[in-house]
């Protein structure tokens, strides 16, 4: 399963690239000053709402293209996969770290810094993975 080390690996290789302290102090990777993926603890409003279902492990918050793609996560895995309140109408999904796999890991970074990037860069990022 993945981990923390897994996530700055596969943020960081992914073109223009940087990490840094989101607002509250979490690491955050952007693509060109987006972000596309962060730590992001439970807050008072998101534990209320999640109730005896709320996870207690790392969790991270990646964007996703579109509403259609975050539903198809949700109910691909709900295991893995969730969301709260809080994102409601916001092309983005929580991730219990400590249940997703490295490679699923990888292919929801790629899609959520493609989803950010600028095209120009994606299609070029495109055409040099098999």
Known sequence: MANWDDVRRIALSLPETTERPSYDGVPSWRVRDKLFVWERPLKKSDLEALGSSAPDGPIIGARVPDSGA?????????????????????????????????????????????????????????GTVD
Not at 77 to 100: C, K, S, W
Not at 116 to 122: E, F, I, Q, V
């Open 70 to 126: 975050k539903e198809a996560l949700l109910a691909d895995n709900a295991g893995v996969y969730f969301t709260t309140p809080h994102f409601d109408g916001y092309p983005a999904i929580l991730v219990r770290l400590e249940r997703i796999d490295v490679s699923e890991l990888q292919e929801l970074l790629v899609e959520a810094w493609l989803a950010r990037a600028p095209k120009r860069l994606a299609t070029e990022y495109l």
